[in-house]
């Protein structure tokens, strides 16, 4: 069964530090993507990177990437230049790319709170 | 383009009472899932609809229904509702193909008292 582990229940970091977001995951099946979603204090879940099992590159996104090593199931999320808009929760989740499959796998989340 | 949009925001149900939430979709998405997100239990896969049949479904009782229209926005019901179902519940849309990206709603959040 598919699983998606992270490790950090809640992280501190000073404004305008790089941020970096556990996450490992566990598969059988050799196809699948990998999201990371941010949700602040109002619900909505804000999407921000995908990566692909087979991109031979880190997706990244802006401020966002996504350090993927797949022999190690880890897909860490990075976040540079930290702003205190980035306080909220995030999450990593799966996806086992068969097809008609559009179920997402979650992780427990890490609560980000940047300080000033 | 609009996001997916997820009416209602906010409501309060009584135990035993039903409720209807809705989801549109982005457009050209043809598939919409649902997912109930709790404190206790995180978020959770409820079921996912492409082109108006059920594709995929969570371990949900039977009360936690759903169904999609020729347009692709999609309703899920729960019927007699226990205090267990206050939850945020959150749709998400995508065109349904393998590798495509998924986004979500703002959600809903159901009270019951």
């Known amino acids: 069964a598919q699983k998606i582990t992270q490790t950090q229940p809640g992280m501190f970091v000073q404004e305008k530090e790089a941020v970096t977001l556990d996450c490992t995951y566990d598969?059988?099946?050799?196809?699948?993507?990998l999201f990371w979603y941010k949700q602040p204090s109002s619900g909505e879940m804000i999407f921000l990177i995908y990566q692909g099992s087979y991109d031979q590159q880190n997706a990244t996104e802006g401020r966002y990437s996504l350090n993927f090593q797949k022999a190690r199931k880890s897909a860490n999320l990075v976040i540079s230049a930290s702003q205190l808009g980035d306080s909220a929760m995030y999450f990593c989740?799966?996806?086992?790319?068969?097809?008609?499959?559009?179920?997402?796998?979650f992780g427990t989340g890490t609560r980000l709170t940047i300080i000033p | 383009k609009a996001g997916v949009t997820q009416t209602p925001r906010y409501l309060i149900k009584t135990r035993g009472q039903q409720v209807t939430l809705s989801c549109s979709p982005i457009s050209g998405h043809r598939s919409v899932s649902w997912y109930q997100q709790t404190p206790g239990q995180g978020l959770q896969f409820l079921f996912e609809y492409f082109s108006e049949t059920q594709r995929n479904k969570g371990n949900f009782p039977g009360r936690f229904s759903g169904r999609q229209f020729s347009n692709s926005r999609s309703e899920m019901n729960v019927s007699t509702l226990e205090l267990g179902d206050s939850a945020l519940y959150l749709c998400?849309?995508?065109?349904?193909?393998?590798?495509?990206?998924?986004?979500f709603g703002e959600g809903s959040w159901l009270t019951v008292v």
């Open positions: 998400a849309s995508s065109q349904g193909q393998t590798g495509n990206t998924i986004y």
């Open positions: 989740a799966m996806r086992e790319d068969n097809f008609g499959n559009e179920k997402l796998t």
């Open positions: 598969t059988s099946d050799p196809s699948y993507g």
